[in-house]
């Protein structure tokens, strides 16, 4: 009998919810093409060292990974899946407000506001 090699997390994914408000912004683009979708990426900055960026965008760039629900898509940038491996993006409604949010298993601090982390 052959070995199996050992089940790993998936790279990146997204919630049902996170989709479905993917595919709402999208469509309340002006213009959008059928690649337009979120992107998803890391920058240096704030409290603890890292930040999360969303933004929409309507062509992804050559080196992009795709990730898709739904027919909704989301872009990350190789160096940014670095720091977003295993993570999954999900849409939440609070009593304190509504947004995406990212559950990153890497995270080994972050800031009180939730936006900025340090891995």
């Given amino acids: 009998m052959e ?3 050992p089940q790993t997390a ?3 994914s997204l919630t049902p919810k996170a ?5 709402e912004a999208v469509r ?5 093409t059928e690649r337009t979708g979120l992107r998803v990426g890391i920058r240096g900055g704030g409290c603890s060292g890292l930040s999360y960026v969303f933004e929409l965008c309507d062509e992804p760039r050559a080196t992009d990974a795709l990730f ?11 160096k ?9 993006l999900d849409y939440v409604e ?3 407000g509504r947004g995406f949010k990212l559950e990153n298993p890497q995270v080994k601090q ?7 982390f340090t891995v």
Avoid at 28 to 32: A, F, L, S
Avoid at 68 to 78: C, E, H, K, M, N
Avoid at 80 to 88: D, N
Wanted: with cysteine.
């Fill in 10 to 12: 998936a790279p990146f």
């Fill in 94 to 96: 609070t009593l304190m």
């Fill in 28 to 32: 309340g683009r002006p213009e959008t």
């Fill in 110 to 116: 972050a800031c009180g506001c939730g936006t900025s």
């Fill in 80 to 88: 940014s899946l670095l720091f977003l491996r295993g993570t999954r």
């Fill in 3 to 5: 070995e199996q090699p």
């Fill in 68 to 78: 898709t629900l739904s027919g909704a898509r989301v872009y990350i940038d190789p």
């Fill in 19 to 23: 989709a479905e408000k993917i595919l």
